[in-house]
C-alpha cells in the first residue's frame, strides 16, 4: 500500500514510460503517412467516439471491479484484526489470565496461522502482474516484499515447536491445518474441565471465522478477474488506441489554416493523440495494479504489517515486554 | 475458468468468427446498395448514437449482472469450501480424533454431497450456452466437462455404502437428502451421548450451511438472467447492428473526397462498420458467457476443482496417506 | 418466470403493439405537417440528445432498482427453500424420525404456510400492471396464474386439520399467524420434555427465519419502486418521445437530397422516429414488467413452483409416497 | 408513501409550478436581449453540453443516494415487523399463553415503543423539505401527518400505565428507555424462573434487534444527504440551467430562417430551454423529496401505518377482539 | 458534520477561491497568446470531450467511494450506539440494577473506551487534507476539533481509576485493551456466580462486536481511498483542466462575429473556460472532502457528538441526574 500522498509525477510517468513510448509511436505512424500525401487516411471520429464510450464502459467496469477487490481484501485482513483480538481477550480470560502458558501457546500458533497464510498469498499466480517490466522497475527502487526475503520454515519456527512445525511443513493447506491443531487444543481443553462448554463455543466460533476469513482470501488470490472480461477490455483499447490518431488527422491538419504552421499542425497529432490515448491506457493499467491485492504489487493490501499489529496488541494484551516494532511505511510504500 | 494471462487474439477471433462474418455480410449490403447508387440509403449519424447510448447502457447492464452472477457462485464455492473446513476439524475433535470411523464416514458422505451437489449444477437448462457452435468449437479444442465423462452413481459409490447409495439415488434431490443423513447421524450421535448438546449445535449449523450455500447455488442454476431483460439487449444490439453500417455511408463515401480513393473509399465501411458492431457484440457475448456460471463452459467456476481440493484439506485433516492430486488447469481451462 | 431462451421477435412485436402504433402516430404528426409546409416546426438535435441522456439514465436507474427488486425476491425465496429443508430434517430428527405423526403435522403446517403466503403475494396492488392490456393479451394466450383458478381455504384445507383451518381463516394475515401456531406447537413440545432446549433453539430460530422472509417478501410486494421516481420517469420519457420527431425532421428531409427521393425522404421519418423512440420505451416497459414480482406477470418469482418444489422435497425426506410432480413450464412460462 | 399508480400530471404541474415560473423567467432574459439585438450573448452548445454531463452524474448521484436512503428505512420498518412478530410469538408461548398479563404489557410496552419512535422521526430537521412552499401546498390539499394532529404523551397512555408513562417522558430518549424497561422485565421473569436461560436469550436478542432498528432509522433520519455532496449539485444545475438558454439562442434564431418565422422563431427558446432545464431541475427535486424519509412528506416511509400493522398482528396474537382497523390511503397518500 | 440546510455559495466561493484564481489563470494563457496572433493554438473540441467524458467517471468514481466511506464510516458509528444501549441494559439488567457498583464502573470504562477511540481516530494522517489551506480557512473562522482543545489522559481521567489509566497509558492500543479490561471483568462476575454462563456469553459476544466496530473504523482510517486511483483522477483532471482553455478558444472568437464585440469576444474564454474547469475540479474537491471520515473536517462523522449521546443514554438509564448536555452544532458544524 501506498501510504503517501499520491504517486509523484515522475513515479508515474515512470511507471508508464514504456506505453507511453509505444503511443507515440502509434500516434507517428499514421501522421507520417498521411504527411507523405496519403490524405486518405484519416478516420471519421464519431465512430471513434461510440468505441471510445465502450472502452469507458469496459476500462470503469474492470476499475471498479478492481476496486472492489482490493477494499473486499482490506476488509477481510480487517476483520482478521478484530477477530483476533477478540478471540486473545476470550481466550486469555476462559483460561484464568496474562501467565498462562496454554494461552502463550495457542496465541503463538495464531501467530503462525498469520504467517503461513501471508506467505501463501503471496506466492505468485500466472495472472497476476509482478513481472511486468513496469513493476520491477518501481519494486526494486521503492520496496521489497518481506515474503521474499526469508522462508516460511524460518519464520513459522518463531512460533510453533518443533515437532509441530515438521507436522505443518508437511501439510498441503498449512494455515488451515494450524487453525485445526488449534481446534483439536480447545476440543482437548474442554475435555479436561480447564473450559466450559459455553467458553468453548465462543472460543470455536472464533476458528470459524479465522478460517472463513481464510477462505476469503484464497478466493481473492485463486480467482482472477474473469478472463474474458479482462481480454476484452484489453482487445478493446487496443483498437481504440490504433483508431485515435487517424480519426485526428484531419482536426489537426486543419488546425494551421490560415496561420504560419499550415501543413504542420498536423505534426501535433502525435503528442496529443497519445496524450488521449495514454489517459484511457493507463487508467486501465491502475484498475489492473490492484486487480490482485496479494501480489506483492506497492497498491497491495498490506498483510505484513497488519500480521505484525496483530501480534502486537495479542502480546500487549499479556503485558509481554519486548515487543516488535510497528512496520512502517519505507519510501511510502508498506506491504 | 481461464487460469491464464488472457484467451489470446487467435482464440477470440476463432471463438467470434462465425459473428464477424455476419458483420461484414451486414455491412457489405448498404455499402453495395450505395455503390449502385442507391445514395438515399444514409442514415444519420445522431440518431445512430443515441441508439448506441442505449445499447452501452443495456449491455453494460447485462455485463454487470452477469459478473455479479460469477462472483456470487464463485464466493458460494468459497464459502463451502470454508464452512467443509470447520465443519471437518469441529467434527473430528467432538468425535475424538483422526481415527474414528465415524468421522470418517460423515466426511466421504460430505464428498458424496459435493458430487451430488456439482453433478446437479451441471446438467443443461434451455436458456445456456454449451450447444453453441462457437462454445462447442472451443469446448472440443480446449476442454472436456468431467461430469459429462462419467456417472453420478459411479462417483458417488467411492464415498457411499451400498445401501446408501441406492437410496439417495432413489431420491429427487440427492444433495438434499444426504444432508439430511449427515443430520439423522448427528441426532444419533447426541442421543448416545457421543457429542453433547453444545457440539450437536455448533455441527448442526453446520449443515445448515451447507444446505444454504447449495440452495444458493441452484438459485443461479434455475435462475437464469430475466428473459424480458435478455431479449430487449438482443433486439436492441440488433437494431444497432444494422443501422452503424448504413450510418457511416457518407463518412467513409466522402473520406476520399480528393484522394486518389475518391469514389472508392465507400468500401472501407465494410471493415470498420464490422470492427464497431463487432466490438458491441463481443461485447454482449462475453457477458452471456459468464452469465450461467454452472454450465460447463471455460469461464464457470471450477466446482470440480474446488470439490477435490475440499476432499483433499479433509482427508489430510485426518491424516490420510494417498490423498488424491488437486486438480490442474489444461490448456489453461480448469473446471 | 419465463424459462426459454428468449421472449420470440413476435412475442415481442405483439407485445408492444400498441406502443408501436402510438409512436408510429406520434411521427407522423410532424412529419406530416413539415410535408404541408410547416418547415420551422424542426427542433434542433442538441437539446433533444441531452433529454435523451436525462431520460437514458433515469430509465436506467428504474431498470436497475427493477432487477434488483425481482432478484432479492428470488433470493427470499430460494432462502425460503434452504431454511425449509434444514428446518425439516433438524425438526425431524429431534422427534426421532420420519414416522413421528407431530412431525408430519408440523411439515403439513409450513406447506399452509407456503400456501397461505403465495396467495396473499398474489393479491392485485393498484400500483401492479396485470390489468395492462398488454399483460392481459399475453397471460391469456400463455399461461394461468394458478392462484386465480382456485381458493386460498380449498389449499389450505389439503394441509390443516378442520379447526385450525377455520381458525386461521379468521385471522388478518394467515401465514403470520400459521408461524405462530408452529411456535406454540414448539413450546408444548419443549415443555413436555419431546425435545430440549438446544433443539428447541434452533428450531425456534427456524420459525423466526421463515418469519423474516415473509415479511421482506411483503415489503416487495407492499412498497412500489416510488411513485415520485416511477411519474418523473413517465413524463421525461413521454417529453422525449414528443421532442424525437421533431429533431429528426431536418435530417430526414436533407437526406434524399441530391436522389430521386428528394422531397419525399421526409417520410423516413416515421419509421426510424418511432424505431428510435420504440426503444426507449421498449426499454422503460420491459423494466416495468419486473418491478413487481409478485404480480403474476410472466417474469414473475415462480413462487408456486417454489412451493411445490419445497413439498416434495420435505415429503421426501419423511420417504412419502406419491409425492406430488413438479411444475413444469407451460409455453416457457412457469409460476 | 404514495399509493396509486403515479403522480398525475396536474399534480406534477402544480408541485413545480414555481420552478416552472423562474425556469420561464430565466429563460427570458437572454431571449429578450438577443431579439433586442445582443446577438453576441450566444454561449457555445458544446462546453454546456459537458456542463449538462456533469450536472447529469451529480443529480443522478443524488438521487441514487436517495433512494438507497429511501428504501433502507423501509427496509428497517420491514424487519421491525418481522421481529416483531418473532418476538410476539416467542414471549407469548414462553410464557404460557394468549391470556398471560405479562404477556399483554409487555406487547402493549412494545406498542409504545413503536410510538415513541415514530414521534421521533417525524419530529423536523433544519435540512428537511416540509417547510418548502411545494411540500406544504401539496399536503395542506392531500394529507395530514398523524404524528402532527396529536401528542405523544396522549399517544403513549394508551399503552403505559401512569407511573410508567411519567417516568418515560422525562427521559432523553424515550423509544430506548423503553426497550431498557423490557429488559428488565425479561431479567425479572428469568430470575423468578418464569422463563428459562434459553427463552431469556431469544428473547433478550429480540430486544437487541429492536435498539438495532431504532438505532438505524435515527442515523438516516439524523444523518443528512451530506451538505457538501448536496451543495456541488445545488450549485452545478443552477450553472446549468443559467447555461443552457444562452446556449440554445442561436439554434432557434436559424430555426425560422427561410420560413415566415424568421425573426420570431428565437421566442421557441423560452418555452423549450425551460422545458430541458425544467426536467433537469425536476429530476434534481424528486431526489431531494425522498431524501429524508422519516420527514412527514408525501414518499416517506409510512411508518404510523406499519406500527398499526403491527399492533394489528400482535394483539390478533393473544385472539383479542376489537381490533384496531388497518390504516388506508386517503387522496392516494398513507404515512 | 454540516448539519444545516447547505454551505452558503459564499462559504464555497471562499473554500474554492485558491482553485478559482488558478482556473482563471491557466485560463489567460492561451486566450492571451492567441488574442497576440498565435490563433495556431486552438484545440479540437472533440477528444477534449472524450477526455471529459473519462475525468467524469474517475472523478464519479472518486466520489462515490468517498460517499460510501463516509456512509460506512457513518453506519459503523450508528452500530456502536446502538450496541452500548443493548449491552448497557443487559449488563445492568444481569447484575441487579441501577445502583450497582460494577454496572457504574464497566459503563465508565465504555465511556473510556469511546474516548480512546475518538482521540486515536482524530490523529493525523499523511494523506489527510487538513492541512490544506482551504480547509485550515474555513476551520478557523467556523469551528474547532475537541480532541484537539484537551489531552486523551485528561479525558480519561473522567472515567478510569489512577491504576488502569496508567496501565491503559501505557499500552499501544489503548481502545483495544480497555475492551479487553472488560472481558477480564465479566470473566470474573462468571466466575463469581454473578451472571450466568448465558449471560456472560451475551455480553461477550456485546464486547466482540465493539472490538469489530472499532476495528471498522480503524480500517477506514488507515486504509486511504487507494493512492494510484487518487493519483490518476489527480493527473487527468490536470490534464482536462490544461486543455479546455485551448479547446474553447476557436468557438469564443466567432460568437463575436459580426456584432461589435468582434475580435473581443476571445476574452469571454477566461471566465467561461474558467467556469467549466472550476465546476468539474469542485467537484472533485468535494469528494476529497469526504473520503476521510474521520479527520477532523466540516464534513466528519460527528463522532465526539455520538460518544456523547452514548454517555447521555447510558447515564439516564441509570436514573442518574447530572447528565452531561448534548454537543450541539456552532454555525452549523457539528465534530
Do not use: C
Not at 478472463?227 to 482536426?251: D, G, M
Not at 489517459?279 to 486501465?284: G, K, P, Q, W
Amino acid at each position: 500500500m501506498h501510504a503517501g500522498r499520491r504517486f509523484t509525477p515522475v513515479e508515474f510517468m515512470k511507471w508508464t514510460i514504456r506505453d507511453t513510448y509505444w503511443m507515440l509511436f502509434l500516434a507517428t505512424i499514421p501522421t507520417l503517412l498521411y504527411f507523405l500525401g496519403l490524405k486518405f487516411l484519416t478516420f471519421p471520429w464519431q465512430p471513434t467516439a461510440i468505441v471510445g464510450t465502450a472502452v469507458a464502459f469496459i476500462v470503469g467496469f474492470k476499475n471498479n471491479a478492481s476496486y472492489n477487490r482490493l477494499w473486499e481484501a482490506r476488509q477481510i485482513y480487517g476483520t482478521i484484526i478484530n477477530d483476533s483480538r477478540s478471540f486473545a481477550y476470550t481466550l486469555r480470560d476462559a483460561l484464568g489470565g496474562k501467565q498462562s502458558i496454554v494461552v502463550k501457546r495457542m496465541f503463538y500458533r495464531h501467530f503462525g496461522w498469520l504467517t503461513a497464510l501471508r506467505f501463501q498469498l503471496r506466492e505468485p499466480r500466472v495472472w497476476e502482474n509482478m513481472s511486468d517490466k513496469r513493476n520491477e522497475n518501481f519494486r526494486s527502487s521503492h520496496y521489497e516484499i518481506p515474503e521474499t526475503l526469508t522462508r516460511v520454515d524460518i519464520e513459522l519456527a518463531k512460533y510453533l515447536g518443533q515437532e509441530e512445525l515438521s507436522y505443518i511443513l508437511s501439510k498441503k493447506n498449512r494455515a488451515t491445518q494450524l487453525t485445526a491443531i488449534q481446534s483439536e487444543e480447545l476440543a482437548a481443553l474442554r475435555k479436561d474441565g480447564l473450559i466450559n462448554d459455553f467458553q468453548w463455543t465462543q472460543l470455536q466460533q472464533g476458528l470459524m471465522k479465522f478460517t472463513d476469513h481464510q477462505g476469503k482470501a484464497e478466493r481473492i488470490k485463486n480467482f482472477p478477474y474473469p478472463r474474458n472480461f479482462s481480454s476484452i477490455a484489453t482487445y478493446l483499447l487496443f483498437i481504440f488506441i490504433i483508431l485515435v490518431p487517424f480519426a485526428l488527422l484531419r482536426e489537426f491538419d486543419r488546425l494551421g489554416d490560415g496561420t504560419f504552421l499550415q501543413g504542420y499542425s498536423i505534426w501535433l497529432n502525435i503528442p496529443f493523440s497519445a496524450a488521449i490515448t495514454w489517459a484511457f491506457h493507463t487508467l486501465d493499467t491502475v484498475g489492473e495494479s490492484s486487480v490482485n491485492p496479494f501480489e506483492g504489487s506497492a497498491n497491495d493490501v498490506p498483510i505484513t504489517q497488519i500480521s505484525r499489529t496483530i501480534e502486537i496488541d495479542m502480546r500487549d494484551m499479556l503485558d509481554e515486554a519486548n515487543l516488535p516494532p510497528a512496520i512502517v511505511p519505507k519510501n511510502n510504500i508498506v506491504l
